[in-house]
């Protein structure tokens, strides 16, 4: 599917949606232009209905209406006079007496709006309703159904029950009798990208600047004749994009992954911590790593807070967690990288053996993935229809599938496809090795959730802990207490047990070929010789992976509040 | 009280101090050496009692001893064998065949150990115990006692109750009757600093590194005959820095303010979100920013999360907070400053006056304090058996403090030391007058935490909303809706309404000198004109600084986890 994203749409079909949208810019900008004329044609001066509406910042209600937020509206405000603040999503002229309007709140909550002339007759012949009803001229309903889409509005209305459910909104059961109402903030007449584009599927996840001669949006038509915008015009309008259903339910269940993660670590004792993302040296590897000045010396931006995990764990804090950005300087243009993405990051004494630290790991991501579907159904539902995707399969409590490295590329070799027939014990898996594991996984054990354990040392860093029993896999390369947990064939966890013994630690260091005395490593093996420190171990869970292979998002972006691209830093 | 620690100790004390640490370092060098021609004269083959002690990564214990935490002992456990892994803080000998220990786990849990031989008799004339007895030798007795301070260890025991309170530890009713001891992890025989030295107040704060005819570390002796040490010293030994309860509670005490501030919110409805540490551009301002080379652009270091809360607001997300890193390129070595703290952010739709954001401000903040003295009792009375402090002062509910900046200044003309008889009331003020009028206000109003609000825009940024009223104050500056907080006198919180009017925004950018077409600003003022924002308004704490000012703190540095200054970047 990414590929596909990834490749986008054809010339073809580019050259056509860039004629299209001109099209609808240019309908959409008439449009706004004859409303326009006709708001300022109404001479409010004249208007028995001109304290009811208007654009202000400060409109003044009446003190018996309550104010409150469309999602707290239930059938107990029926017969009601209320105030709600929300968008206006759409409106349209019933007739010069009636307009409709549609109000969203809340990121998803939609109910319908109705405004009906009271003052009888026109011009000279006009005549003010009776004492008690609400004044509301044939202007006012002209001036509510021409508010520009998007625009942040107040009313005063009565509750009612409509006539029968309103299926497009939310809210069905419920409508508002519009008597008053103000624009606090208008939208423009033409939007960047509609609502209708931004809630459908993004059509190009590439990070390209359009070419000159593309420079009108690439907005390729989306099947039920809406154009669907790219990731580009997704982003070039930060606040559309975000308004759309599908991004305010990601951007809750995220929120929700953050949550079940520290609830779940908090009742098992574990303490936050917060590690540095500027760091003295590139500790862990220099390629990968964006240097910077930093009054006279060089500063680092942390990859991961593992050495600092360690050193809160040497510091006695026994089980620690930490939620925080870390960095990669990788010049990868493709919808699975990110320059800064969130770590879920935990470390734990262990006490008599590292499956321990699988456990709470496994724990911790089966609290999220059970959570998720339970607290965030509706959003899930959302999401799915937008960008559609199968269940995602949880093994039954008890029946966790754990392989370790060497059983899974047997697997691999004998149940995957062709290509993999070769695959070795004692060689890291490619990206492509490991989702045709996932499907070999989900087909054999019904489950999308897995771990892998026992990785080669050599697919691990200088710190994994070697597996204790001597344990060696193909070519006489001895596996590690490390492991990766997977979800739909995708990494979103690595862990494993570390090193303590400083002098087992050195030997590894000097092994892998790094200097035990170079910047950074010295201190880190310093806090190992300096005092005791006790066995342990923990993981490292990408936040943006888990949401967007849980939801099976095109691409991991989706899942950010501000994704960060080679080539994209701003907004 | 800072200027004293910043300033440092004389020279001659310097000397001082540097011989009696040099002499401190022999003696527990020679007493090290000592120890361990001791236990390696011991021939643990001839021992009766060798299975029951030693140093292993892996203790195997009688499967009938329950592994628990020192937290959790209470008198339910009196009379119950236990298997407990702790730190072995302190050891003593008593006789050749008595010992005592001192055991700590959980941050600040103590618990005395005593280990009494059960055979009887030396050398050839040894009797074995009854069966069913312990077996535990002299030369047990001798390896537990000679165990390094601050090793890692597991020790199976019979819980006791002592024949009188062990006063020296936190559980003073129970002590354990140690029958097996095993090391995990060995600290050196000569610690970096020691757990006494650690557990002093730091002697010295300056991030200088010490010139190289200084090069012992600079530990001035403390009144109770124990050196303290300097800030150096202490984060070049980060793990024993740790270990002391006064950084362990002090640890407790942040997380705790975390906690009380994503409770309270998320309680009224606020959403998390998560603002990129890379940016696009020196959005605001760039003096004090860190700039790094990203793919052949410039990136930088976020210096706030604002422009981003705003475009969440943009977003329709209602409400939102963030907590993370914000960075600042200031060159100022000083316990006020760090180059990386941690932002408690919030930002919020406004429905009728910014007063409503104060109130949620303020609202969270004394939930915070009022939460510390509840919650955190212990630890407080912890961290003020080290850096002893004054009460703080909380206003009584409703007799909260608010003044208007002119208010204040007045107060400090009028009642505040002699030097501030002339300040403006169109200028901002310098800490100095902070600190003045800190202490008029509390003695004035009784309180520790306050509002200054309305401030003259000539001291606030290009987003700052210009009072509605007109107010002007001094010579003809206007006020805007823009407030600080403070605790004891220094300022934890800045905030205010912004301007959400994408004219009324652009002319203020100009007014303050901004080209409103510069990188980062441009895309800020698009996202105003793309879409209508509501009114809005929100605050950024300084986390690091509730910490510190609360508890009244020499340095902001102590309240950190691993403090970032223009010195200091490892570990």
Redo the contacts between chains.
């Keep these: 599917m990414e590929e596909d994203n990834a490749a986008g749409p054809s010339k073809k079909a580019l050259k056509k949606a860039e004629a299209k949208a001109k099209k609808e810019a240019l309908k959409a900008q008439r449009a706004a232009e004859r409303v326009a004329t006709q708001v300022s044609n109404i001479e409010l001066e004249d208007d028995p209905a001109k304290d009811n509406y208007g654009t202000t910042?400060?409109p003044t209600f009446s003190a018996d209406a309550e104010?409150v937020e469309l999602r707290d509206l239930d059938d107990s405000y029926d017969g009601k006079k209320v105030v709600i603040?929300a968008?206006l999503q759409n409106s349209r002229t019933q007739s010069a007496k009636m307009g409709f309007v549609e109000l969203?709140?809340?990121?998803n909550w939609t109910i319908q709006g109705l405004v009906l002339a009271t003052i009888t007759g026109t011009g000279a012949e006009s005549q003010l309703p009776a004492e008690g009803t609400p004044v509301i001229s044939r202007r006012m309903v002209k001036f509510i159904t021409a508010i520009?889409p998007?625009?942040?509005i107040a009313v005063e209305a009565q509750v009612k029950r409509p006539l029968e459910p309103v299926k497009s909104c939310r809210i069905s059961t419920l409508e508002l009798h519009i008597t008053k109402a103000f624009?606090?903030?208008?939208?423009?007449p033409v939007?960047?990208m509609t609502m209708a584009a931004s809630s459908q599927p993004v059509a190009n996840f590439s990070d390209e600047e359009p070419k000159a001669e593309e420079e009108v949006k690439k907005e390729p038509e989306a099947e039920g004749g809406i154009p669907a915008a790219s990731m580009l015009t997704h982003l070039d309008?930060?606040?559309?994009?975000?308004?759309a259903p599908v991004?305010?339910a990601i951007?809750?269940i995220r929120?929700e992954v953050?949550r079940l993660f520290r609830s779940y670590l908090e009742e098992r004792r574990f303490?936050?911590?917060?590690?540095?993302?500027?760091?003295?040296?590139a500790s862990e590897g220099g390629a990968n790593v964006?240097?910077?000045?930093?009054?006279g010396?060089e500063?680092f931006?942390a990859q991961s807070p593992q050495?600092?995990k360690q050193?809160?764990i040497?510091?006695?804090?026994?089980r620690v967690f930490s939620i925080?950005?870390v960095?990669r300087a990788e010049?990868s243009n493709t919808p699975r990288h990110m320059?800064?993405f969130?770590g879920l990051d935990l470390e734990m004494?262990i006490?008599h053996s590292y499956t321990e630290v699988i456990s709470v790991l496994e724990g911790v991501l089966l609290h999220i993935l059970r959570g998720l579907r339970e607290r965030c159904a509706d959003e899930i539902q959302i999401v799915r229809s937008v960008y559609p995707s199968e269940d995602f399969l949880l093994p039954e409590p008890g029946k966790e599938v754990r392989l370790n490295f060497a059983e899974a590329q047997k697997l691999l070799r004998e149940e995957g496809p062709e290509e993999f027939r070769n695959v070795r014990d004692d060689e890291d898996m490619s990206t492509a090795q490991e989702k045709a594991l996932g499907a070999v996984v989900r087909a054999k054990y019904n489950t999308d959730f897995y771990v892998l354990d026992k990785f080669p040392e050599t697919a691990r860093p200088f710190y994994a802990k070697v597996d204790?029993a001597g344990t060696t896999v193909g070519d006489n390369v001895r596996v590690t207490n490390a492991f990766d947990f997977f979800l739909r064939g995708q990494e979103v966890l690595s862990g494993g047990q570390r090193i303590?013994?400083p002098k087992e630690l050195e030997e590894r260091i000097r092994a892998k070929g790094v200097d035990p005395n170079s910047?950074?490593i010295k201190?880190?093996l310093t806090?190992f010789?300096?005092?005791?420190?006790?066995?342990h171990g923990g993981g490292g869970i990408g936040l943006d992976r888990v949401v967007a292979w849980f939801l099976a998002l095109p691409s991991v972006h989706l899942a950010?509040?501000?994704p960060?691209t080679?080539?994209r830093?701003?907004?």
Tied chains: 1, 2.
């Design positions: 910042t400060n104010e603040r968008w969203r709140k809340g990121g520009n998007e625009s942040f624009v606090l903030a208008a939208a423009p939007l960047g309008n930060i606040a559309m994009h975000k308004r991004q305010q951007a809750d929120i953050k303490k936050e911590f917060e590690p540095p993302c500027l760091i003295g040296a964006f240097r910077l000045a930093y009054f010396q500063a931006l050495f600092y050193f809160e040497a510091g006695g804090r026994e925080g950005p960095f010049n320059t800064e969130t004494e006490k204790d303590n013994d910047e950074g201190e880190y806090t010789r300096q005092v005791g420190v006790p066995p950010a509040f501000y960060r080679p080539k830093l701003l907004p």
